[in-house]
């Protein structure tokens, strides 16, 4: 489910970098690609959540970073794909990784021990270190995940 919730936000960030509102994304093309009310649903609480810490002065953008980029070490290229390295370059630039989380995934994808990790294996790795995250900063928040059920 991360990995659904993590493209579903790829797609509300790449529209609001359009200068939309978050009010005027069109919710049936979420649900016309597959996503479920679950996944759309949580993919907007984390982006609610976290678009509440900048406001706060919390570290999240969301809007796309300028400054310096991330030049990857020859081990990383082993690593990582050059469509996974270009993912993860993608999503710091409509600001769902901060420099931080961008070494985490790095990092944890150099001791998974695999080698030229595709798009989709990083995305889980993103998806653990974004969930991870969101977690540990917001303890009066619970969000679902798949297997939970509401009685």
Request: aromatic share 6%; charged share 25%; no cysteine.
């Given at each position: 489910?991360?990995?659904?919730?993590?493209?579903?936000?790829?797609?509300?960030?790449?529209?609001?970098?359009?200068s939309?509102?978050?009010?005027?994304?069109?919710?049936?093309?979420?649900?016309?690609?597959?996503?479920?009310?679950?996944?759309?649903?949580?993919a907007?609480?984390?982006?609610?959540?976290?678009?509440?810490?900048?406001?706060?002065?919390?570290?999240?953008?969301?809007?796309?970073?300028?400054?310096?980029?991330?030049?990857f070490?020859?081990a990383?290229?082993?690593?990582?794909?050059?469509?996974?390295?270009?993912?993860v370059?993608?999503?710091?630039?409509?600001?769902?990784?901060?420099?931080g989380?961008?070494e985490?995934?790095?990092?944890?994808?150099?001791?998974?021990?695999?080698?030229?990790?595709s798009?989709?294996?990083?995305?889980?790795i993103v998806g653990?270190?974004?969930?991870?995250?969101s977690?540990?900063?917001?303890?009066?928040?619970?969000?679902?995940?798949?297997?939970?059920?509401?009685?």
């Amino acid at each position: 489910m991360k990995e659904k919730v993590v493209e579903i936000l790829m797609y509300l960030m790449s529209e609001m970098q359009d200068s939309k509102n978050l009010s005027d994304v069109d919710m049936s093309e979420l649900v016309n690609r597959g996503y479920t009310q679950s996944e759309i649903s949580a993919a907007f609480s984390w982006l609610t959540d976290n678009m509440q810490s900048v406001n706060d002065g919390g570290p999240r953008s969301i809007h796309a970073t300028v400054g310096s980029h991330r030049v990857f070490h020859e081990a990383e290229k082993l690593v990582l794909s050059t469509e996974a390295r270009g993912y993860v370059i993608h999503l710091r630039e409509l600001g769902l990784l901060t420099d931080g989380d961008v070494e985490t995934t790095i990092e944890r994808a150099m001791m998974s021990g695999y080698e030229k990790l595709s798009v989709a294996e990083v995305r889980s790795i993103v998806g653990s270190v974004l969930f991870a995250k969101s977690q540990i900063s917001d303890s009066n928040r619970a969000m679902l995940s798949s297997e939970d059920t509401v009685n």
